[in-house]
Each structure stands twice: as structure tokens, then as C-alpha cells.
């Protein structure tokens, strides 16, 4: 498979979930609608970071799969991950920071909050430190920075585990299957007070239904589709399992969406991969946008303010950032999804 498939858009669109699930909360102090409809179960975001994780899990495994040299393996992952992401945190921590914070300029820069931001925030720390000295300290969310970065962390562990499994044999359909099995049994029965644990658990399983699809190749079906459509639907509506039936079902709707000849999703393709720069632009943009509006801002003025300022970052970012760090790879378009 090229890049003739739906992967690409199915990322960007998932971004921009993202930012709308965001903006009721950041924008409007107001809990995100999905939530109260599924019972707590999910959200706009929540449902976008799994497809990004099942979207990952397919494509990370076929490019380890398709070439399997651990040193290119992991040269192309952190030329896609780190380049743009140390360009954000170095442009929030030192232009956004020094320009929002209530403190002196002196005493921010003093501050060794300012720098464990900038390097905290890499996934190969244990997780993103969220906080700058005197930024966003009276939002709705308060002194978060940039909330969505916590998930890349987890991203990031996926790929080392596809990395150890292809390094020992074991990156199969039977291993990873076993591997799921498990990981379904504890989001069933594990605590879910714990957020980083229960949280890891169910990413890395949307990651591990993704790899298991790949590997065992599927064809889309419409009935096969429309049976895990309703099943969702189900889950959504009992509240009851959702994560359980988001891997399961979930995973086939969006893979077959991905590989689909017979749907196109439109984007912004020729502005290139706009999906990573507009994940990670855009919970800071809310943030200064709903501290700029203050007692008038809403979810509708943060989502439509904030949006086209992001895929503006975001291209700028692409073209700049994250596309010239791609080239140094020696093939930049790796099979089966774009700029994986």
C-alpha cells in the first residue's frame, strides 16, 4: 500500500476532534458532550486519540514489518516525533512563556520550571511536565500548558515495544494476540482510579488491535462494519465497556476506512501531514485564545478562533519542521501510511 489510502485525512480529522473536544473545557469550563452522553466512558478526544493509536499500531508494524532494521526503524520514528515537538516546546517555553507569564521576566527565566518544560516533555522522560512558571495560571484549565502531550509518551513506548518484538521473532499475529487478550483482561478487571496506568493499558491495546490487523490483513467488509458500528453505538449508549468494544470494533471500522478504494476523505493534503503539528499546537493555542476572549470566551469562539490559527502552525511546521527532518531519512515515504 502507498499513500493512496485514507490514513493521512483520517489523522488530520482526528486532530481537529481533538481541538473541538478541547475547546469545551478550555473555552467554556464545560465538560465535553460525548462524555455525559456515553456515561463517562469517552469523549470527542478520547475517541480521536484511539484512532490515532489504532491508525499507528497498523501502519508502525507494517513499516518495521516491510523493513526490518531496528537502527531505520528507530531513526524514522524519532525524526517524525522529535523534530516538531522540540520546535514546540522550545517556541512555548521561550516566545509564548516569556510573553503570557504574570512573573518578571528575570524571575521566569530563574525559574527551573521553565526548563524542565522544554526537555521534560520528550517521550523518552517517564511523562510530560505541563506547567511554566506563571502561564495560564487563571484558565479554565489551570497552569496546563499543553495537555495533549502526554499521549506521546505512550506512542513512543509502542513503537519500542513493535521494535523488541521484531528484534526477538515475536511480532505475530498469535503474540500479539496473546499480548491483547491480556491487555483487554486488565482494562476489565484493573482499577481505573489509576489515570497514567488505566490510560496506558487502553492506548497500548488500541496500538496492539491496529498491529494485529495488519498482520493478519483484512478486507473490508460492509456487514462486518455495520456490526461493529452498532455495536459501538451499543456500548456508547448502556455505558458499559466502551474501551473493550473501541478495540475490538472500533479498530476494524477505522483500518477499513484507512485501506478503502471506495472512500476518499478530503483534507488539506497539499499542505502536506498537517496531523502531528496539529495535534501538538493545539492545546496552547486554545489556552491563549480563551485567556485573550477571558469572561466572553465560548467553546464556538475557542473551536472557530483557534482552528485555522493551528492548521496555519501546523503547515508552517510541516513544511519547515517536520517535512526537511523527514528527508534526511534515506526514503522518506515509507509503505503503508505516508509519513509514518
Known amino acids: 500500500m502507498g499513500r493512496n489510502n485514507n490514513f493521512d485525512a483520517l489523522r488530520f480529522w482526528a486532530a481537529l476532534a481533538v481541538l473541538w473536544g478541547h475547546s469545551f473545557p478550555l473555552g467554556a469550563n464545560q465538560p465535553d458532550p460525548l462524555d455525559a452522553l456515553t456515561h463517562g466512558q469517552t469523549s470527542i478526544g478520547g ?40 520546535a514546540v516546546l522550545l517556541l512555548t517555553a521561550f516566545v509564548v512563556g516569556p510573553l503570557i507569564t504574570t512573573l518578571p521576566l528575570r524571575e521566569y527565566f530563574l525559574d527551573p520550571l521553565t526548563y524542565k518544560f522544554a526537555y521534560h516533555s520528550l517521550p523518552i522522560f517517564k511523562g510530560n511536565f505541563d506547567e511554566l512558571p506563571g502561564v495560564f495560571l487563571t484558565s479554565n484549565t489551570p497552569k496546563s500548558v499543553n495537555g495533549s502531550l502526554w499521549t506521546l509518551n505512550y506512542e513512543f513506548r509502542c513503537y519500542l515495544l ?14 500479539m494476540s496473546i499480548g491483547l487478550t491480556l491487555l483487554l483482561a486488565l482494562i476489565v478487571f484493573m482499577d ?23 498482520l493478519i490483513g483484512i478486507t473490508p467488509n460492509r456487514f462486518l462494519v455495520a456490526a461493529c458500528l452498532i455495536a459501538i453505538i451499543a456500548s456508547l449508549i448502556v455505558g458499559a465497556r466502551f474501551p473493550v468494544v473501541m ?12 485501506i478503502s478504494n471506495a472512500i476518499r476523505i478530503p483534507y488539506l493534503s497539499r499542505f502536506g501531514d498537517l496531523s502531528y503539528g496539529t495535534y501538538i499546537y493545539a492545546f496552547t493555542v486554545q489556552q491563549i485564545v480563551a485567556l485573550t ?11 472557530a478562533v483557534s482552528t485555522p490559527i493551528v492548521v496555519g502552525l501546523a503547515a508552517l511546521s510541516w513544511r519547515y519542521v517536520e517535512k526537511p527532518a523527514l528527508d534526511l531519512k534515506s526514503n522518506r515515504l515509507l509503505p503503508y501510511g505516508g509519513s509514518e
Open 47 to 86: 475517541i480521536a486519540v484511539a484512532i490515532f493509536f489504532v491508525i499507528s499500531g497498523y501502519l508502525i508494524t507494517g513499516s518495521y514489518r516491510n523493513s526490518p532494521r531496528p537502527l531505520r526503524f528507530m531513526k524514522s520514528r524519532a525524526l517524525r516525533i522529535f523534530p516538531g515537538l522540540i
Open 247 to 258: 478495540t475490538l470494533a472500533g479498530s476494524y471500522i477505522v483500518i477499513c476506512i484507512g
Open 192 to 214: 481505573h482510579s489509576n489515570f497514567l496506568f488505566s490510560n496506558s493499558v487502553i492506548l497500548t491495546a488500541y496500538f496492539f488491535a491496529g498491529s494485529i490487523l495488519f
Open 162 to 175: 513493535v521494535l523488541l518484538f521484531g528484534m526477538v521473532g515475536l511480532l505475530n499475529r498469535v503474540v
Open 293 to 303: 476572549f477571558a469572561s466572553n470566551s465560548t467553546w464556538l469562539i475557542n473551536a
